[in-house]
């Protein structure tokens, strides 16, 4: 079983920063692909970045490329969403997710056993 809690979120004004992060417990973290992703009010959950643990690459939705950096961190089994030049189009509630390692990173959300609870973005303009 693996346990993720998010923290970092909050209210920022537009070309601000902010860094998120994914506290996880749990063996599968240490050999697991990690996702980021995001949902706004009446839209669907999309992705934003995500990190292959087996074969170590990192990719990232068009609409964050250039301006986030998934990373990883294994002596403190945490995962980070550092967001630079945000824009009030990223406001959105952002969750980190855990799944089965792949030798690619996985963009859809059937691709992830565990969630976190989510932490809340607000970009204002």
């Known amino acids: 079983q693996v346990q993720l809690v998010e923290s970092g979120g909050g209210l920022v004004q537009a070309g601000g920063s902010l860094r998120l992060s994914c506290a996880a417990s749990?063996?599968?973290?240490?050999?697991?692909?990690m996702g980021w992703f995001r949902q706004a009010p009446g839209k669907e959950r999309e992705f934003a970045a995500g990190l292959s643990w087996s074969g170590g690459g990192t990719y990232y939705a068009d609409s964050v490329k250039g301006r986030f950096t998934i990373s990883r961190d294994n002596t403190k089994n945490t995962v980070y969403l550092q967001m630079n030049s945000l824009k009030p189009e990223d406001t959105a509630a952002y969750y980190c997710?855990?799944?089965?390692?792949?030798?690619?990173?996985?963009?859809?959300?059937?691709?992830?056993?565990?969630w976190g609870q989510g932490t809340q973005v607000t970009v204002s303009s």
């Open positions: 749990g063996r599968t973290f240490v050999s697991g692909n």
């Open positions: 997710a855990v799944g089965p390692s792949r030798l690619v990173v996985v963009t859809t959300t059937s691709g992830y056993h565990y």
